[in-house]
């Protein structure tokens, strides 16, 4: 038996060819993940919230991931789930406005046009529904928020893209946990005519419901808005209020007068 001593020898081979095999395989499973997104559409524009919280597991790890992003000045995201793919797709859509700017016809910002939040909504689908197909999905829910253009004009537009591409449009969304306890909320509360304070009262009282109920989330969130005027603003994190004097957290469970320990 021969050994080879050079930086081309067989054991260099074979050890390259394992991490490329290790680089390929398939995400089985998310590992590192974010919870709920929720948004909302109100007489200005729309609303999106998220907390802070990536969970190894059932370990809070990461409490300062930020799981909104901004696309372009009309366009925002909010991403639940694995929080590598996600940032795979902003990474993507950063990659894809820099090739529209360096092959549009002119250099300037202003006579160049930014895509509508209809079209990234699209765009992410196809992404979604090809990584699919391959087997290979992107373990996110996706939220875009913004404005999409008419014939009438802008209009708010809000709309969910799922992991294996699936779509819809609603005046409220809620991915992860918050499907089941914001959106009733939401249903409840809603109106047409919601002026920015009411929205973000509404969003952050759901907040609050899935910090006391959802074991994966936190009460360090941050709130993002699309307006006509401003374009996307999304706010640095904050914590929001929070008690746990209510009497079904302080009361003894299962009859027992202690605190349920040994």
């Given amino acids: 038996m021969s050994l ?27 590992i590192v ?24 597991g059932t370990m809070a790890k990461y409490k300062d991931a930020r799981r909104l992003f901004s696309v372009n000045s009309k366009t925002l995201i909010g991403g639940g ?13 950063k990659r894809n406005a820099l090739e529209h700017q360096c092959t549009a016809d002119s250099l300037y910002d202003e006579d160049n046009s930014e895509d509508c939040a209809r079209e990234v909504w699209n765009y992410l689908r196809a992404v979604m529904y090809n990584r699919r ?9 996706l939220v875009v928020a913004g404005f999409t253009q008419t014939s009438s004009g802008d209009e708010p537009f809000l709309g969910l893209v799922d992991k294996i591409g699936t ?16 959106l009733p909320i939401m249903r409840e509360k809603y109106r047409p005519d919601l002026d920015e304070g009411e ?35 999304i706010s640095e994190p904050f914590e929001i209020e929070t ?3 209510s009497a079904s957290f302080v009361s003894p469970k299962g009859q027992l007068d202690g605190d349920g320990g040994w």
Avoid: H
Avoid at 81 to 87: A, K, N, P, R, T
Avoid at 167 to 182: M, P, V
């Fill in 199 to 233: 929205a973000r009262a509404l969003l952050e009282d759901c907040m609050r419901v899935l910090f006391y109920r959802d074991c994966r989330a936190l009460n360090r969130i941050q709130i993002a808005k699309v307006t006509k005027e401003d374009g996307v603003l």
């Fill in 167 to 182: 779509t819809y449009e609603d005046k409220y969304i809620a991915t992860g946990f918050g499907s089941y306890l914001a």
């Fill in 4 to 30: 080879s001593f050079s930086s081309g020898g067989s054991a260099g081979t074979n050890s390259r060819s394992s991490l490329m095999a290790s680089g390929t395989g398939r995400t089985t499973r998310p």
């Fill in 133 to 141: 197909n391959k087997m290979n999905p992107l373990w996110n829910d």
């Fill in 81 to 93: 789930g694995e929080y590598s793919d996600f940032q795979t797709i902003t990474d993507l859509l």
């Fill in 33 to 56: 993940t974010g919870t709920s997104v929720i948004g909302i559409k109100y007489v200005d524009g729309v609303m999106l919230a998220a907390d802070t919280l990536c969970s190894y």
């Fill in 243 to 245: 008690s746990w004097e």
